[in-house]
């Protein structure tokens, strides 16, 4: 089983700024089966990322994904106060499909 | 448009069984692979099941291998997730979700709490 361990576990930005957020794996994924997902309090995850670096459909150009093999980054940039919510990267190359502890969000 | 709404889920006895469902729409239901996922309350995401478009391939999570069963109907567009011998770490609300690719999701459904307790 492949683990994912995402970093930091909190992030405190404020509106404006960029978010870096990481997700290592314990071994190499092809990028085109990574993803990321974002959760607010109370609501169903969302979709992303796709592929590493896919935005999913509605997704606005201030988010981005990048990275390959063990090493992927969510980056989104001029933070605005409907982004401060719960970030989860996974991989999903096949069964069992596994996901990060998650990244918190939140405003400084 | 697209939409997933789980039900089935409420408080249950150690050791009893719950059956949820997962009623799909707005897309062809027949032609997408159908996951669940769980989410303890306060706790990340854990992948519990999969099942293929036609229901002819089937894999689960280590941790409700042999005491969860996923199924589908695709006449009704319905995902089921029988579940049996239920423990307190089972509790989470559980999501449906619609698989692209190899599986990643989306969308999700709204969820449903499992709650198992005595």
């Known amino acids: 089983e492949i683990v994912l361990t995402q970093s930091p576990g909190t992030l405190s930005l404020s509106p404006g700024e960029r978010a870096t957020l990481s997700c290592r794996a314990s071994q190499s994924v092809s990028s085109s089966y990574f993803a990321w997902y974002q959760q607010k309090p109370g609501q169903s995850p969302r979709l992303l990322i796709y592929?590493?670096?896919s935005r999913a459909t509605g997704i606005p150009d201030r988010f981005s994904g990048s990275g390959s093999g063990t090493d992927f980054t969510l980056t989104i940039n001029r933070l605005e106060p409907k982004d401060f919510a719960v970030y989860y990267c996974q991989q999903y190359g096949g069964p069992p499909y596994t996901f990060g502890q998650g990244t918190k969000l939140e405003i400084k | 448009q697209v939409q997933l709404v789980e039900s089935g889920g409420g408080v249950v006895q150690p050791g009893r069984s719950l059956r949820l469902s997962c009623a799909a729409s707005?897309?062809?239901?027949?032609?997408?692979?159908m996951h669940w996922v769980r989410q303890a309350p306060g706790k990340g995401l854990e992948w519990v099941a999969v099942i293929w478009f036609d229901g002819s391939e089937k894999y689960y999570a280590d941790s409700v291998k042999g005491r969860f069963t996923i199924s589908r109907d695709n006449s009704k567009n319905t995902l089921d997730l029988q579940m049996s011998s239920l423990r307190a770490e089972d509790t989470a609300v559980y999501y449906c979700a619609r698989g692209f690719g190899l599986g990643y999701f989306d969308p999700w459904g709204q969820g449903t709490l499992v709650t198992v307790s005595s």
């Open positions: 707005g897309f062809s239901f027949s032609s997408y692979g």
């Open positions: 592929a590493a670096s």
